[in-house]
């Protein structure tokens, strides 16, 4: 197959690093251009293991990345900074891919949503695409399966490592604040309760936590349903949902961050049931830089370009 290009723009970010390892693996995928307006002028190869080519980072504004003309640009940038960059590609024309790793266009129904594992068949073959919050994965991949038996809205208690909040410094993101710590935050209204509601199409509570751990994070799942089932029905339903999906695992024991965190695939399982069977508990667990971003938008570029799903990710 021909080589395609693609850039990033906010490379110097966690996930920004995760992705120049994903992309420097993939066959058909030659690193275009990489903006940062902190690591500008610096050589890419100096700040990666696995990048190997004289590329240097840039400071590039809307109108030189889209000057680019690159196959695809991923913008791995905080929320509320992704329209200008959008506005300078669609107006320079052509066919450029672009896949947003913020919340900006989650919301929007011009563009399409893309959880893989759940969403597939909704896609359109658009050329942008929004990439889903890493908890809103967790929780629609923990609800969908059962979505139907549900007597009441879902809650969703969280913990993420604090890679999760970025490199911006704050509370959130500070070793010493974090350490023996549990910090609560945004405990209604979340970004991610609002995502995952939407595309759930039913209201998700949702009660977000940072721990002193630097990446992964698990979210446990309440579900009442509306008359008794057993626990060997609610497995099946989530076995065939995911059968066919290469980085959704079902497990039988509920799974511990350590066990996903630098994995590309969601572990979900526990299910745990009430005496009267009308409640289920169920916990996914992934790493919020890799399935809970990169990957997930490795898993979109793939598709966008007509490549295997999986190319570059390893299984």
């Known amino acids: 197959m021909a080589t395609k290009t693609i850039g990033i723009v906010g490379a110097r970010g966690h996930t920004g690093a995760e992705l120049i390892k994903l992309i420097a693996n993939h066959p058909h995928l030659e690193l275009a251009f990489v903006s940062s307006r902190e690591l500008d002028g610096q050589r890419l190869a100096d700040h990666s293991d696995t990048y190997k080519g004289d590329l240097a980072y840039g400071n590039l504004d809307p109108d030189a990345v889209a000057a680019q003309a690159a196959d695809v640009v991923i913008l791995a940038l905080p929320n509320g900074k992704a329209a200008p960059y959008v506005e300078a590609i669609d107006q320079a024309g052509g066919s450029t891919v672009v896949v947003d ?11 399409y949503y893309g959880l893989p594992e759940l969403y597939r ?18 929780i629609q991949v923990s609800v969908a399966p059962i979505k139907d038996l549900l007597a009441a809205p879902p809650v969703s208690f969280g913990v993420s490592g604090y890679s999760g909040a970025g490199t911006t410094p704050s509370d959130r993101n500070d070793p010493e604040k974090l350490r023996d710590n549990l910090m609560p935050y945004a405990l209604t209204g979340h970004m991610h309760e609002k995502e995952a509601s939407r595309h759930l199409g039913l209201p ?14 698990t979210v446990t799942t309440n579900l009442y349903l509306a008359k008794p089932a057993k626990r060997e029905e609610i497995v099946l339903r989530f076995e065939a949902r995911f059968d066919n999906d290469k980085l959704i695992h079902i497990v039988d024991e509920a799974p511990w961050v350590s066990q996903v965190a630098h994995k590309h695939h969601l572990d979900i399982g526990g ?30 570029v793939n598709r966008a370009l007509g490549f295997d799903e999986l190319t570059a990710i390893p299984l």
């Open 204 to 217: 998700v509570e949702f009660m977000p936590h940072v721990a002193p751990h630097f990446r992964g994070l």
């Open 121 to 138: 068949d909704r896609w359109r073959g658009e050329k942008r695409i929004s990439n889903p919050g890493c908890y809103a994965t967790a």
């Open 271 to 300: 299910f745990t049931m009430s005496a009267d069977g009308r409640r289920v508990v169920v916990v996914a667990t992934l790493d919020n830089l890799l399935k809970g971003a990169a990957s997930q938008a490795m898993q979109n």
């Open 101 to 111: 790793l913020s919340a900006d266009y989650r919301f929007d129904e011009r563009w």
